[in-house]
C-alpha cells in the first residue's frame, strides 16, 4: 500500500527541519563583507548575517547563529532567497515575509521555502523568532546601501 499523503503541515514542517538541520550559506565571509548581528530575548534567538551587497544586488550572503529551529530555519531560506536578489528586490521580499506574518497576508508566490512558516503567524512569540533574521538583513542592506561603492576608482 502507498503510504498516505503528507499534510501541507507535515510538508511545511519537512521544510523547515530541512533547513534546520542543513542550514544553506551557513558560515562567515571574509574581506569586505558587512557583518550585522540581532537577537530575540524572548527566545534566546541569536543571528549573524555576513553579506556583499552593492548596485549590482545581494553577491554573498551567509548566516551563522543559534537558538530555535524556526529562528534558525528563516535565516537559512533567507539566505537562499535573498541570493543574487537587488537591494530593492530583497526589500521586497523582507516585507512581503512580514506582511504573511503579521498580518497574516496571503503569501507572494516570490517567497519560495518561506511560505513553510506561514503557519508561525499562529504563534505570536515565535513570529519574533522567524523576524529576527529579516530585522538583522535589513540592518545589513541599509548599512550596504550606505557604504556602496559611488563608481569612484579608489584604486
Ligand atoms: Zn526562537
Known amino acids: ?7 501541507f503541515d507535515e510538508l511545511y514542517r519537512e521544510v523547515i527541519i530541512d533547513h534546520y538541520r542543513r542550514p544553506r550559506n551557513h558560515g562567515h565571509l571574509n574581506g569586505n563583507a558587512i557583518h550585522v548581528e540581532g537577537m530575540n530575548p524572548v527566545c534566546g534567538d541569536e543571528i549573524r548575517i555576513d553579506l556583499v551587497a552593492d548596485d549590482q544586488g545581494v553577491r554573498e550572503i551567509a548566516f ?3 537558538g530555535c529551529s524556526i529562528s534558525q530555519a528563516s535565516a537559512s531560506m ?8 537587488s537591494v530593492a528586490s530583497a526589500r521586497d521580499l523582507s516585507r512581503a515575509f512580514k506582511a504573511m506574518l503579521i498580518d497574516g497576508a496571503l503569501p507572494a508566490g516570490e517567497l519560495g521555502d518561506l511560505v513553510a512558516l ?21 540592518q545589513g542592506l541599509t548599512q550596504a546601501e550606505a557604504s556602496a561603492p559611488t563608481g569612484e576608482n579608489h584604486a
Open 1 to 7: 500500500m502507498p503510504a498516505p499523503e503528507p499534510s
Open 118 to 138: 506561514e503557519g508561525v503567524a499562529k504563534f505570536p512569540v515565535r513570529v519574533k523568532c522567524a523576524l529576527l533574521p529579516w530585522n538583522v538583513l535589513e
Open 78 to 85: 533567507l539566505t537562499s532567497e535573498v541570493k543574487g536578489r
Open 64 to 66: 551563522d547563529g543559534q
